[in-house]
């Protein structure tokens, strides 16, 4: 019993470090992702507007799980340090991408269609799985 504590004692801070880490990342990702919307998220989130809140939802998702399968098959804090960063850049340009392609998908999430919203967050999380696999190798 004695080596499973002392093993806890060493291994905590570590995990404590890389998910402090991670979890800053993804707070600077979804800011990122508010400041690029070509809406105001919050604001109309706080007037109801549930297409807005189910796309949001899908962003902080899609920005999470490449995070944290980054996160998983780093041995160190240094490549959660590099690829962390590389998988918010991926997926933030593949939301704006999407927003280019699909041109009036921002103007119906807005109006709050929810089919707009679930088609964009089904992209948002297909995106995230291939961008979690790629940095897994």
């Known amino acids: ?4 504590i002392q093993s806890f ?8 470090l890389h998910m402090s880490v991670t979890i800053a990342m ?18 109309l989130i706080r007037g109801g507007n549930t297409a807005v809140a189910v796309s949001l939802a899908g962003a902080i998702l899609g ?3 490449p995070l944290a399968f980054s996160m998983a098959s780093s041995i160190s804090i240094w490549e959660v ?16 991408f ?9 103007r119906r999430i807005v109006d709050g269609e929810i089919g707009a919203a679930i088609l964009l967050v089904s992209i948002k ?3 995230a799985a291939i961008n979690a696999a790629a940095v897994t190798g």
């Open 63 to 65: 920005l999470a799980l």
């Open 9 to 16: 004692w060493a291994g905590f801070p570590i995990l404590m």
């Open 26 to 43: 993804l707070a600077v990702g979804i800011f990122v992702y508010i400041k690029i919307t070509p809406y105001d998220d919050i604001k």
């Open 98 to 106: 999407t927003d280019l392609v699909l041109k009036d998908l921002s």
């Open 81 to 96: 340090l590099i690829w962390g960063p590389v998988t918010l850049v991926v997926q933030l340009l593949a939301f704006r």
């Open 1 to 4: 019993m004695t080596a499973v």
């Open 125 to 127: 999380l297909g995106v």
